[in-house]
């Protein structure tokens, strides 16, 4: 089985910054792309930003220029640095893993975690 633990939540003032980490850990053979989505209330879930096993990525409009996401492959852990959050910013933001196990290969998520950025 495939757990990802997600960290890095809190709340923050208008144009404070965030650091988010989710680590993935189980029977993992190889993760290709990561990404982190956010859903606030009453909205859809959206992809926020991701990133491939080579390191591309590609962003939401709405935070380029202030996030940015990153990984270590030998930790199995994506990163998504906030800076100049906005409260449009509030979420639950959820990580994301295409991952392949010796069985399957298939999506799996974190459980989510909060992130409220106040006025």
């Known amino acids: 089985q495939v757990q990802l633990v997600e960290s890095g939540g809190g709340l923050v003032q208008a144009g404070g910054s965030l650091r988010l980490s989710c680590t993935a850990s189980g029977n993992i053979f190889s993760i290709n792309d990561m990404g982190w989505y956010r859903q606030a209330p009453g909205k859809q879930r959206e992809l926020v930003a991701a990133i491939t096993s080579g390191g591309s990525t590609n962003y939401v409009d709405t935070v380029k220029g202030r996030f940015t996401i990153s990984r270590d492959n030998a930790k199995n852990t994506v990163y998504l640095q906030m800076n100049s959050l906005k409260p449009e910013d509030t979420a639950v933001y959820y990580c994301?893993?295409?991952?392949?196990?010796?069985?399957?290969?298939?999506?799996?998520w974190g459980q989510g975690t909060q992130v409220t950025v106040s006025s």
């Open positions: 994301n893993a295409d991952v392949r196990t010796r069985w399957s290969q298939k999506d799996y």
